[in-house]
């Protein structure tokens, strides 16, 4: 079968390896057959050779790196599923990029029949999503600015819609991604980074700043201090965006002065989060489906990765197919 490896910076190729077995001194196991996957921003650090501020030594593990996917159970050794049935499924250190791979049953969730392969899958990044606005406060009447418009800080923006915040401002310096967040639901947009944005935040908050402020930037770049900048004092930022590591030049003291609440979020559960979030599409209480950008085969998948890392054609989220999809 084929799996996938990142052999230097920024080349993904397609190697055959053997079949995956089930572990006979271990229970609670599956082999998953993936059938879609999307490209997540997690996984351009392995892509490009740059992880955390430190040099990735190539090639990469195979099967690394990919972990927003749909497929079928073919074999299991445990009692949540059985085979043939058809799941969401996040493979531990994201490494996902095989055509059939062993995974825990506990990291998987039934699909909702009421969605497309294409939006179930959404509902692991969603879901991430869903995860870390739990941890802020009453949104309603409240204003919050979201910087970083990449597919997680769109989802965001749809997100704080729905909690009744009263003005969401997305921030972004690529011009095609502010404009898709009007879609996404944010009353006010700005087309810049956020370090310059102050003075457009006050004139749409009436010479305020946010009462919440999302880092959702990624992992290339912080924006820590561009969101203590716009956040007013005694109020909150949800540091969602992995940074960089070690963090060079953070304003720690500024927050401190406006005594800001600092949230951070990782590693939503499967037993209510996920679930949530694939809920709250099948229910219609966001349409996601304005991020599906791009699509592609596995055959195709350096062309994908090349397209959604350099944000071609307005790239955002880009969908590969596995060869078993044609088979389901």
Same mark, same amino acid.
């Given at each position: 079968?084929?799996?996938?490896?990142?052999?230097?910076?920024?080349?993904?190729?397609?190697?055959?390896?053997? %079949?995956? +077995?089930?572990?006979?001194?271990? $229970?609670?196991?599956?082999?998953? +057959?993936? *059938?879609?996957?999307?490209?997540?921003? !997690?996984?351009?650090?392995?892509? &490009? @050779?740059?992880?955390?501020?430190?040099?990735?030594?190539?090639?990469?593990?195979?099967?690394?790196?990919?972990?927003?996917?749909? @497929?079928?159970?073919?074999?299991?050794?445990?009692?949540?599923?059985?085979?043939?049935?058809?799941?969401?499924?996040?493979? *531990?250190?994201?490494?996902?990029?095989?055509?059939?791979?062993?995974? !825990?049953? &506990?990291?998987?969730?039934?699909?909702?029949?009421?969605?497309?392969?294409?939006?179930?899958?959404?509902?692991?990044?969603?879901?991430?999503?869903?995860? /870390?606005?739990?941890?802020?406060?009453?949104?309603?009447?409240?204003?919050?600015?979201?910087?970083?418009?990449?597919?997680?800080?769109?989802?965001?923006?749809?997100?704080?819609?729905?909690?009744?915040?009263?003005?969401?401002? @997305?921030?972004?310096?690529?011009?095609?991604?502010?404009?898709?967040?009007?879609?996404? @639901?944010?009353? &006010?947009?700005?087309?810049?980074?956020?370090?310059?944005?102050? %003075? +457009?935040?006050?004139?749409?908050?009436?010479?305020?700043?946010?009462?919440?402020?999302?880092?959702?930037?990624?992992?290339?770049?912080?924006?820590?201090?561009?969101?203590?900048?716009?956040?007013?004092?005694? !109020?909150?930022?949800?540091?969602?965006?992995?940074?960089?590591?070690?963090?060079?030049?953070?304003?720690?003291?500024? /927050?401190?002065?406006?005594?800001?609440?600092?949230?951070? $979020?990782?590693?939503?559960?499967?037993?209510?989060?996920?679930?949530?979030?694939?809920?709250?599409?099948?229910?219609?209480?966001?349409?996601? !489906?304005?991020?599906?950008?791009?699509?592609?085969?596995?055959?195709?998948?350096?062309?994908?990765?090349?397209?959604?890392? &350099?944000?071609?054609?307005?790239?955002?989220?880009?969908?590969?197919?596995?060869?078993?999809?044609?088979?389901?």
């Amino acid at each position: 079968m084929l799996a996938g490896q990142f052999s230097a910076p920024r080349k993904v190729e397609l190697i055959e390896i053997e %079949e995956p +077995q089930l572990d006979p001194n271990e $229970s609670g196991q599956i082999i998953f +057959q993936p *059938e879609m996957t999307c490209l997540c921003g !997690s996984d351009l650090p392995f892509f &490009d @050779g740059d992880f955390e501020g430190h040099e990735i030594p190539y090639p990469q593990p195979v099967g690394k790196s990919l972990h927003e996917m749909v @497929g079928t159970v073919i074999a299991t050794n445990g009692t949540r599923w059985k085979p043939g049935q058809r799941i969401l499924t996040v493979p *531990e250190e994201q490494m996902g990029l095989w055509e059939r791979y062993v995974v !825990s049953e &506990d990291r998987s969730m039934a699909l909702d029949d009421r969605l497309s392969d294409e939006l179930a899958m959404l509902a692991q990044p969603f879901g991430t999503v869903v995860w /870390a606005l739990k941890k802020l406060p009453n949104m309603i009447d409240r204003d919050a600015v979201v910087l970083g418009l990449g597919p997680i800080g769109q989802m965001f923006v749809t997100g704080l819609r729905n909690m009744g915040a009263r003005k969401i401002i @997305g921030i972004d310096p690529i011009p095609e991604r502010t404009e898709l967040a009007k879609t996404m @639901g944010a009353t &006010d947009v700005i087309t810049a980074k956020g370090i310059d944005s102050e %003075e +457009q935040v006050k004139d749409i908050l009436d010479g305020e700043l946010a009462d919440v402020t999302i880092e959702a930037v990624g992992h290339k770049a912080q924006a820590f201090n561009d969101a203590v900048l716009l956040t007013k004092e005694h !109020s909150d930022i949800l540091y969602f965006g992995v940074p960089p590591w070690p963090l060079d030049n953070v304003h720690l003291r500024d /927050a401190m002065l406006k005594n800001l609440r600092i949230n951070t $979020s990782l590693h939503p559960d499967f037993e209510r989060t996920f679930p949530l979030a694939m809920q709250w599409i099948a229910e219609g209480r966001v349409d996601l !489906s304005p991020l599906l950008t791009h699509r592609f085969l596995l055959s195709q998948i350096q062309e994908a990765f090349d397209v959604f890392r &350099d944000r071609r054609e307005g790239a955002i989220k880009v969908l590969v197919e596995f060869p078993a999809l044609k088979q389901s």
